[in-house]
Nanobody
Framework: QVQLVESGGGLVQAGVSLRLSCVASGRTFSTNTMGWFRQAPGKEREFVATITWSGGSGYATDSVKGRFTISRDNTKNTVYLQMNSLKPEDTAVYYC??????????WGQGTQVTVSA
C-alpha cells in the first residue's frame, strides 16, 4: 500500500555534504511521522532522525546532532536528510521509514552512503 524510495547516497570524501531524499507514495502522509535509520556493516540498525509529516521541528540522535538535519516537503511527499561534515563512521545503508498506527510499518530499500577518509 505504501512505498518509500530513498535516493541521494553515494561514495564521498570526509567533510562533504550529501542530501538524502525519501519519496512516499500510495497514501496521504499528513501528520504521519517519518524517520531515518542506518545500518553499518556488522552492526544493528540504529535510529538517526525523525519528523512529523505536517509540522514540528525534527529530532536527531546525539551522534549526528549539529551535522544532520531532517526536513520535509509536503507538496512533494518527500522527507530529506541533509548530512554535513560527513565522517567515515557515517558509512552505512540509510533507510527511510513511515510510522503508521503507532509504529514504523513501512520501510524503503535503503541507499548506501560510503565516506572515505
Amino acid at each position: 500500500q505504501v512505498q518509500l524510495v530513498e535516493s541521494g547516497g553515494g561514495l564521498v570524501q570526509a567533510g562533504v555534504s550529501l542530501r538524502l531524499s525519501c519519496v512516499a507514495s500510495g497514501r496521504t502522509f499528513s501528520t504521519n511521522t517519518m524517520g531515518w535509520f542506518r545500518q553499518a556493516p556488522g552492526k544493528e540498525r540504529e535510529f538517526v532522525a525523525t519528523i512529523t509529516w505536517s509540522g514540528g521541528s525534527g529530532y536527531a540522535t546525539d551522534s549526528v546532532k549539529g551535522r544532520f538535519t531532517i526536513s520535509r516537503d509536503n507538496t512533494k511527499n518527500t522527507v530529506y536528510l541533509q548530512m554535513n561534515s560527513l565522517k567515515p563512521e557515517d558509512t552505512a545503508v540509510y533507510y527511510c521509514a513511515a510510522k503508521y498506527q503507532g509504529k514504523y510499518q513501512y520501510w524503503g530499500q535503503g541507499t548506501q552512503v560510503t565516506v572515505s577518509a
